[in-house]
């Protein structure tokens, strides 16, 4: 149900963390992956609300959906550890082919120990295909331990990503 000008409810309620209300919904045959652009998990993902992530997925949402927007990418840039933990664990792709890097968001941010988690799980340290960089965010933003933590695995100082000047010329 969608209200005109207006998303679901049950967004609404994934997005605000109204657990009863998403059971409520789910229980009364409210799809897992409706189809609105950022899906119920998305959603709650990014708004940090770990018990309605589980949920969706133990109900079977789907945890990368086609419309090009990550729920980890979300939950990352937004410091969200343990959602970002269960997603992975859940098969999360950890750089989509058609979001923003997750890492360089997180960089941004200044969220170390979701740095962290995404590099142990392969996230690419030179960021995404468009050029963003996670270590001229984290340069750009002063955040001197993600800087050091991206450089540990080889993140580029003088190669420029495209479009972009290198992280060393930044800094200088």
Known sequence: MTLVGQESPWLGAANNGHLPICQLLLDHGALTDEPYPGSCLYRAAGSGHLSICQLLLDRGAGVDIGDG????????????????????????????????????????NGHLSVCRLLLDHGARVDGDPWGVSPLINALTTGHLAICQLLLEPGARIESPPEHSLSPLCIAI
């Open 69 to 108: 927007r990550s729920a980890l990418t979300e939950a990352a840039k937004n410091g969200h550890l343990q959602i970002c933990q269960l997603l992975l664990d859940h098969g999360a792709l950890i750089d989509p082919p058609h979001d923003e890097s997750g890492l360089a968001k997180t960089a941004w």
